[in-house]
């Protein structure tokens, strides 16, 4: 089973929607991370946390917000879905006392119409 | 805040040549910058990192060298393959904060 899982894959959905992206993790770390990619920009940070009562914004946090449920559950929601927040969400994890890897999840697709 | 410029974006290589990716950043507290590279419909992948303490760092076909001075780093792969054919990026952080800042991304193809 992968260690760090995202659901949905895939979603489609209309502007003013509220959406959320589930993020779940069996490698045991304490930190957690949502990213966004667009073509030509690469990977921008929305929001980490470095444990379950510790949560920070990244670069690009307006429009976004998150819940850190448990050490292995972090959410991103979008509380009133844009056009432009169409992309490529990845969830990641680490450990602060191992390597400073990053361990992504397979990606969320979202279409916002 | 750090800022992680990457050049090329996109980069076409024969089969067994070799290819270079060159990164530049702004923050000169960095001292952590590992590469990832993502395979299509997949999330990133760490394939090799260096400190600051270090110049050069190699694993196979693929080597990374560090110029603190200049604040840049490349990322060098050897006798290229077509499973080497993905997006390739390049990050910095200061370890102790461990928030990662990614260059925009390369676009590696590998023509048989």
């Known amino acids: 089973d992968a260690d760090v899982t995202q659901t949905p894959r895939n979603r489609i959905t209309k502007t003013g929607k509220r959406i959320m992206l589930e993020c779940s993790q069996t490698?045991?770390?304490?930190?957690m991370y949502w990213y966004r990619q667009d073509p030509g920009l690469g990977l921008r940070l929305i929001y980490y946390?470095?444990?379950?009562?510790?949560?920070n914004k990244g670069e690009i946090s307006d429009g976004y917000s998150v819940s850190r449920q448990a050490q292995a559950k972090f959410s991103l929601s979008l509380e009133s879905a844009i056009p432009n927040q169409t992309a490529l969400y990845f969830c990641?994890?680490?450990?602060?006392?191992?390597?400073?890897?990053?361990?992504f999840g397979p990606g969320t697709r979202l279409t916002v119409l | 805040g750090e800022n992680v410029e990457q050049h090329p974006s996109t980069l076409s290589v024969q089969e067994g040549d070799s290819a270079v990716i060159k990164c530049t950043y702004s923050?000169?507290?960095?001292?952590?910058f590992p590469w990832y590279k993502q395979e299509l419909g997949k999330g990133p992948q760490l394939i090799i990192d260096?400190?600051?303490?270090?110049g050069e760092k190699k694993d196979q076909r693929i080597a990374v060298t560090l110029n603190k001075t200049a604040k840049h780093f490349s990322l060098h792969i050897t006798e290229t393959q077509p499973e080497d054919s993905a997006v390739y990026f390049c990050?910095?952080?200061?370890?102790?904060?461990?928030?990662?800042?990614f260059g925009p991304g390369t676009s590696l193809s590998v023509i048989p």
């Open positions: 923050d000169s507290a960095s001292n952590y």
């Open positions: 990050a910095a952080s200061i370890t102790s904060y461990d928030k990662v800042i």
């Open positions: 490698k045991g770390h304490d930190r």
């Open positions: 990641a994890t680490s450990d602060p006392g191992g390597t400073d890897t990053q361990y």
């Open positions: 260096i400190r600051s303490n270090v």
């Open positions: 946390s470095f444990d379950v009562k510790d949560i």
